[in-house]
């Protein structure tokens, strides 16, 4: 399962970084959106994929016995989740707020109508 998991990670970074090469304001923001959940796959895969109890300690125990799931990796990719739903939401309003200003969704043409200013 984790060698799947790898593979899909590197087609997402793949596919992530293509679409961010790309001139079109749209497919950089799609590219942003598939690196964020490359990201938290890739977190989600670090923890390790165990099918195991929460990680609670009982009354009568000192120590954590048996296979637990790690809840750290769980609080990052949710940290990263809402960080990331921030930063698309940011971009997405920037992005129209560039379109009804200028017109432009081209990045190139962007960059020749502020050399024109």
Known sequence: ME???????????AAGIYLILRRSLVKLIVGLI??????????????????GQ?????????LLAGVYADPLPQALILTAIVISFGLQAFAMVLL???????????LDNLKEEDEEK
Do not use: H, S
Not at 3 to 13: C, K, N, Q, S
Not at 34 to 49: D, E, K, M, P, R
Not at 54 to 62: Q, T
């Open 3 to 13: 060698i799947i998991l790898a593979v899909l990670i590197g087609f997402m970074y």
């Open 96 to 106: 129209q707020r560039e379109y009804i200003q200028g017109g432009v969704e081209d």
């Open 34 to 51: 598939i690196l964020g959940n490359a990201v938290n796959l890739l977190l989600f895969l670090l923890g390790g994929i165990t099918k």
């Open 54 to 62: 929460p990680p609670v300690i009982g009354d009568a125990e000192k």
